[in-house]
Nanobody, 123 residues
Framework: VQLQAFGGGLVQAGGSLRLSCAAS????????TGWFRQAPGKEREFVAA????????TPYADSVKDRFTISRHTNNTMYLQMNNLKPEDTAIYYC?????????????????WGQGTLVTVSS
């Protein structure tokens, strides 16, 4: 099983990025999946999560609500559209998959993790 997150980069505040997470060895339609991030010196935190069917989205983290959108495509790829980025969004972003039937906010409930992609937002 392998998850690969990509699409990070350097962007100015107010800009947008779209992260992608591609899976091999598992089918996203059978897992709840989510995005987490970890800033330097901080713990990994929840960003967004979506259930196995793609029809249920756990409420976004307050810090990204109304700016970020999680989605999944039938090509076994998950996305995180990030708009109006802020310097405090700077972090390594990870995608993860969970065998639970409900998209969870706790990273300990995820079984598989991607390697992360760095997002840097300059002021």
């Amino acid at each position: 099983v392998q998850l690969q997150a990509f699409g990070g980069g350097l962007v100015q505040a107010g800009g947008s990025l779209r992260l992608s997470c591609a899976a091999s060895g598992l089918t996203f339609s059978r897992y709840a999946t989510g995005w987490f991030r970890q800033a330097p010196g901080k713990e990994r935190e929840f960003v967004a999560a979506i259930n196995w069917s793609g029809g249920v989205i756990t409420p976004y983290a307050d810090s990204v609500k109304d700016r970020f959108t999680i989605s999944r495509h039938t090509n076994n790829t998950m996305y995180l559209q990030m708009n109006n980025l802020k310097p405090e969004d700077t972090a390594i972003y990870y995608c993860a998959a969970s065998t639970t039937d409900w998209p969870r906010r706790n990273p300990s409930e995820y079984n598989y993790w991607g390697q992360g992609t760095l997002v840097t937002v300059s002021s």
